[in-house]
């Protein structure tokens, strides 16, 4: 950082005038943030609040094209530690009801109606179930992940903890955190964990 | 009614499907209908509405916006829309389109910025005069290159501003415009995404936009797309006109330079 800001005067020293032209990362960076507190207005559930990043999304908004290896080690660790297992141990819910929270979209924007329960919308960038054959690409194919992997307990833990908090596996993962921000309940992520899971859920036959 | 047919036909065609192959054939078959459309493209009937505004004196000045100078001087129409955002000496701020239309409302019409701004969208029997102005303006630059000015330090200002806000993450699910649009050959569901990091995903979509929505029967903006990517990004309500849309259009505009401009367009 410090390092950064010696360089950057060097560079300025270098070249006056093209420093004299362009902002710097910093300069635009103090703008953006400074902007973004002014561009937007409270609307339905989304208040301004919305606009704070954590660091999570500090980090990852600042590194576009990936984290530095040490810094998503230790941000995996950090994510890792935020997840919460059902009390109850159990993992694996209904995949009926997955399947339904799996093609629902709805959720947390500022025209929902936020008494409703929302959606995980993972058709939006995953292939699961093959019957499905409208599902985005963003993510990898899901389709017959339980096949592939069996049932063990490692792996429901494993597929429960990727829902909650995808961060604590996958640095700057484009998928949201449905746990750990309360975007979906538990209980609603063992569903989704049976979908995937279960041998009789669509997605692994 | 014609509506109605239209989004029958849209929904026939993606409804027909049976796999990869029938994706394939629909993605052909929308192709194949907006060639159809392109001689008729109803967006039309909005420009058409647009170029009357112009011309038609409103406010307590009673005055038209026929001086309004969108870049090119004072009342130049056209290539105006390729050529913006840029920097504007008598407000000393970077505008777009339709920032700068406010004002040219507030300086020669002598409305508020608040009467200006009431209806930046048309919704069902609603027309819009702003977004009718915006159909208009940008079909006067039809088939020109996207050339948005940088000489200007606010000009690179709002670029690298607007890049920043691109790749911004926040919300209850950590969207960032880039989250959808940094990616080729990407969609969500069966909508194919631009990687505006690209530079010929990003001249094909800003050069498409405003559009007529077929979906929606109506003529949408840039601000509008922006309006409504935020919506699904879980942010709050993007302000019309506010500086951080200003910004990021700026960056999409750059992003999309020397690609040629072919709005109106027709979306699904």
């Known amino acids: ?205 | 009614m014609a509506k109605a047919i239209w989004i029958g036909f849209v929904a026939l065609a993606v409804a027909l499907p049976c796999f990869a192959r029938a994706q394939q054939d629909t993605q052909k078959e929308i192709e194949r209908y907006r060639e159809l459309l392109q001689d008729g493209n109803p967006s039309e009937l909005f420009e058409a509405r647009g170029a009357e505004h112009w011309k038609t004196k409103r406010g307590p000045k009673n005055a038209s916006l026929e001086q309004c100078d969108l870049g090119r001087g004072a009342g130049v129409v056209k290539g105006a829309y390729v050529q913006l955002p840029r920097y504007f000496a008598d407000t000393d701020k970077v505008q777009d389109l339709e920032s700068r239309l406010v004002s040219c409302m507030v300086a020669l019409q002598g409305l508020s910025s608040e009467e200006a701004k009431r209806r930046p969208y048309s919704g069902p029997g609603q027309p819009s005069v702003m977004a009718d102005l915006v159909a208009w303006i940008a079909s006067e630059s039809r088939g020109m290159r996207i050339a948005p000015p940088q000489s200007h330090p606010k000009e690179r200002l709002a670029y690298q501003v607007g890049e920043k806000i691109f790749f911004y993450r926040a919300g209850p699910h950590d969207f960032a415009c880039a989250t959808c649009h940094g990616e080729d050959n990407k969609r969500i569901r069966l909508q194919d995404l631009p990687n505006l990091t690209n530079a010929g995903d990003a001249q094909r979509a800003f050069g498409t936009w405003p559009a007529y929505r077929v979906s929606q029967g109506e003529v949408r903006s840039m601000q509008w797309r922006l309006y409504d990517c935020f919506r699904q990004q879980r942010f709050p309500e993007l302000e019309f006109t506010s500086d951080a849309a200003i910004a990021l259009i700026s960056f999409l505009a750059k992003r999309a330079e020397g690609g040629t401009f072919e709005a109106p367009a027709l979306k699904r």
């Open chain 1, 1 to 205: 950082m410090r390092l950064d800001v010696v360089a950057a005067a060097a560079l300025c020293a270098a070249m006056l005038f093209g420093c004299a032209t362009h902002a710097s990362d910093a300069e635009a960076e103090r703008a953006a943030l400074a902007m973004m507190k002014t561009s937007f207005r409270a609307q339905g559930q989304a208040g301004l609040d919305r606009l704070d990043r954590d660091e999570v999304q500090a980090l990852c908004s600042k590194h576009p094209n990936g984290l530095p290896r040490d810094l998503a080690e230790k941000l995996e660790k950090a994510q890792l530690a935020t997840i919460r297992y059902p009390a109850s141990g159990k993992l694996m819910g209904d995949w009926r009801e997955g399947e339904r929270i799996a093609q629902s979209g709805v959720g947390k924007q500022f025209n929902d109606d936020p008494s409703r329960p929302s959606g995980g919308n993972c058709y939006a960038c995953h292939r699961l179930s093959p019957q499905e054959l409208s599902f985005g690409t963003i993510g990898p194919s899901l389709y017959r992940f339980g096949k592939q992997r069996g049932t063990s307990d490692a792996i429901r833990r494993y597929a429960y903890g990727k829902i909650y908090n995808p961060e604590a596996f996958s640095a700057c993962s484009n998928m949201p955190r449905f746990g750990h921000n309360r975007i979906l309940t538990e209980e609603q992520i063992t569903h989704l964990v049976a979908l995937l899971l279960d041998p009789d859920s669509p997605v692994n036959k």
